[in-house]
């Protein structure tokens, strides 16, 4: 949907990049903690840029993990925790308040060089 409104993005990847952005991405849906993780590390190394900005959100109603003894704030300190490449630039919880489709959580991280 941001095809032709930003200047300079690729909806197909072809190398690499200085941001990659997975807003809400339905790849991301129905998946644990450690199949997102393993997901999102696989585009960053094909496609990310060392010292480029990784930006991602999904919902809380599509993640699968143990809800009833893991908090909403330990899965996003383990998701977090998961990306010792790079380093948290911000997050922001916006569950209840985001407009749907956008995410509940925001994360951008900063790869390593």
Known sequence: M???IIDQIST???????NLILINNYELKYRTLE????????LCHKHLSPGGRLIVSFEQRFIIYD???ISVQTFLNKF???FQDF???ASVNLLGKSPEGY???F??????E
């Open 35 to 42: 199949e997102m993780h393993c997901l999102i590390a696989e």
């Open 2 to 4: 941001y095809q032709n």
């Open 67 to 69: 809800r009833i003894n």
């Open 12 to 18: 197909v990847p072809d190398g690499k990049y200085q």
């Open 87 to 89: 380093k948290l630039v």
């Open 103 to 105: 995410g509940d959580y």
């Open 107 to 112: 994360f951008c991280f900063e790869k390593n």
């Open 80 to 82: 977090v925790q998961k």
